[in-house]
């Protein structure tokens, strides 16, 4: 039986490792994890924060995908999507999700990544 999700991998063209470092941490805020020796050589880096994992492998011929995401939950997201916008990454929010507010933004490959937060009742 599963029983949870231990990460979420994305991919990323060869040679971008600097430029998802500086997002995944960054801009995002997440820390980022060795790889273990022989996976490492094969380019790409892993990022977490708390329980979420998201590993970034490198692609030939990479291609992000149009509407593939991850959905991340994210405490404060007013004050997250500010983060964001001021380190320079694109915010576009979406309200047909009911019970959640919500936004895209994308890392400097393309890869989309959704955020969201419950909102609760008055």
Known sequence: MITAVD???????????????????DVLGMTEIPKPPLL???????FEAGAVRLHLGVEEGFR???KAHPGL??????????????????VTWDDALPGHRRFYSQ?????RLEFLEPVTAP
């Open 7 to 25: 990460h979420v991998q994305l991919a990323a063209p060869p040679g971008s490792e600097d430029r998802l470092r500086a997002y995944y941490a």
């Open 64 to 66: 992000p995908a149009e």
């Open 107 to 111: 890392d400097p490959v393309g890869n």
């Open 40 to 46: 490492a050589a094969r380019g790409g880096c892993w």
């Open 73 to 90: 939950r994210v405490a404060g997201i007013g004050a997250y999507a500010a983060r964001l916008e001021a380190r320079g990454a694109r």
